[in-house]
Each structure stands twice: as C-alpha cells, then as structure tokens.
C-alpha cells in the first residue's frame, strides 16, 4: 500500500513542467538557459505557445558556447 507522502512525490514528478532535457543540468546552467529562451522569446515579439522551442534553441546555443570555449 502507497503511502501519502510517496503517492505525492510520485504526483510532483510526474507533473514537472519542466522539458525532460532540463532536469539533467545544474542550477547555474539551468538559469543561463532560461535566460536565453527569455531573449529568444522576446526577439521572438513574445508569442505565446512556443516556450519548449524557445528551450531547446537556448539550450543549443549555450551547448555550442561551452563547447567553443573549451576549444
């Protein structure tokens, strides 16, 4: 038999709003990102419905900011 508790932490996990892709960085990485899908957004003229696509472009380009500057 489940317990409160578990049945509730199993219900937050389930219901993250964050992209699967965004759970597996660092806190510091997470807040370049969204600072990036943010300026993409607005570039954008803040049209609604597109916050995943946003992501994942940030998510792109901050890859390929690290990535040139380890070489």
């Known amino acids: 038999m ?3 508790r ?3 932490l199993l219900d937050e996990q389930d219901l993250s709003p964050e992209p699967e892709s965004m759970q597996k960085y660092s ?3 997470r807040e ?3 600072k990036k899908a ?3 957004y607005e570039q954008r003229g803040r049209q ?3 916050h995943v696509e946003d992501w994942l472009k940030a998510e792109e380009i901050i890859r390929k900011e690290m990535n040139d ?3």
């Open 27 to 29: 806190n510091e990485l």
């Open 48 to 50: 609604p419905e597109r």
């Open 69 to 71: 500057n380890r070489s």
């Open 38 to 40: 943010y300026e993409l």
């Open 6 to 8: 578990s049945h509730a």
């Open 32 to 34: 370049r990102i969204a």
């Open 2 to 4: 489940k317990t409160k």
